[in-house]
């Protein structure tokens, strides 16, 4: 498949979120000016950060809780990556919202509670997932 470097990631294809809230793949780059597609990202199988990106972006955008919930479940995008995905990426403000978005959407877990939790784990250790905050 051909790749088009964006931003060092080697773009394999497009996610676009569509105005009605579809998150959708394209193998080439959509019209960021139709009137129909709200926001591009690139994506990129080879970086696992890319994916969680798409995922909690296009929450704060307007995307389809189902198809965020779809997709993560496809990718493997649960409580313990997102772990990792926390540890590995800067927390600017849109993916905080984000985080707190598929924590409470898509995992279906009180944000504070999971935080509280997550807070309760000793610097330089691994949290104890048997008492992870669970979902409704």
């Known amino acids: 498949m051909a790749t ?26 959509p019209e960021q000016d139709s009137g129909f597609v709200k926001r591009i990202w690139p994506c990129d199988t080879t970086q696992r950060g890319n994916g969680w990106i798409i995922l ?13 919930a779809e997709l993560a479940q496809k990718w493997g995008c649960d ?10 990426h800067e927390a600017i403000a849109e993916h905080q919202k984000g985080v707190r978005m598929f924590l409470e959407h ?24 048997s008492t992870m905050p669970t979902g409704a």
């Open 4 to 29: 088009e470097t964006v931003a060092d990631c080697e773009t394999e294809g497009w996610y676009y979120l569509h105005e009605n809230g579809d998150l959708i793949w394209k193998r080439f780059r």
């Open 56 to 68: 909690i972006e296009s929450l704060v955008a307007g995307a389809s809780v189902s198809r965020v």
């Open 79 to 88: 409580a313990h990556d997102l772990i990792n995905f926390m540890v590995r």
């Open 106 to 129: 898509i995992l279906r877990v009180d944000p504070d509670k999971w935080f509280d939790w997550l807070g309760a784990t000793p610097n330089g250790e691994q949290p104890d997932f």
